[in-house]
């Protein structure tokens, strides 16, 4: 095994949390923000406000990527274990 499978697996391995997470993490960041904008116009400050709408969305998010999530992180656990496989034989 050289450095530059080592190198090669990291960075598929962050492309591949970045692809899996982005989703979910957007989708936070925008209701999260839409929530703020509400409570800065609307002056209600509670803090409880923010944690339900971000749930509902991320079940939403979860629910309609689920599936591609699920096979994107399967499609990098199968090659990085062929690759193990390699370095084995």
Do not use: H
């Not at 509670?46 to 990527?65: D, H, N, S, W």
Request: glycine share 8%; proline share 2%; charged share 10%.
């Amino acid at each position: 095994m050289n450095e530059s499978l080592v190198l090669d697996i990291t960075r598929q391995g962050m492309m591949v949390c970045l692809l899996v997470c982005g989703p979910l993490l957007a989708m936070c960041l925008f209701v999260g923000l839409a929530i703020s904008v509400f409570q800065a116009v609307t002056q209600v400050q509670e803090m409880t406000l923010t944690y339900v709408p971000k749930l509902i969305g991320a079940v939403i998010v979860i629910a309609g990527l689920g599936s591609w999530m699920l096979s994107t992180l399967v499609g990098f656990m199968r090659l990085c274990f062929e690759q193990v496989a390699r370095i084995g034989s």
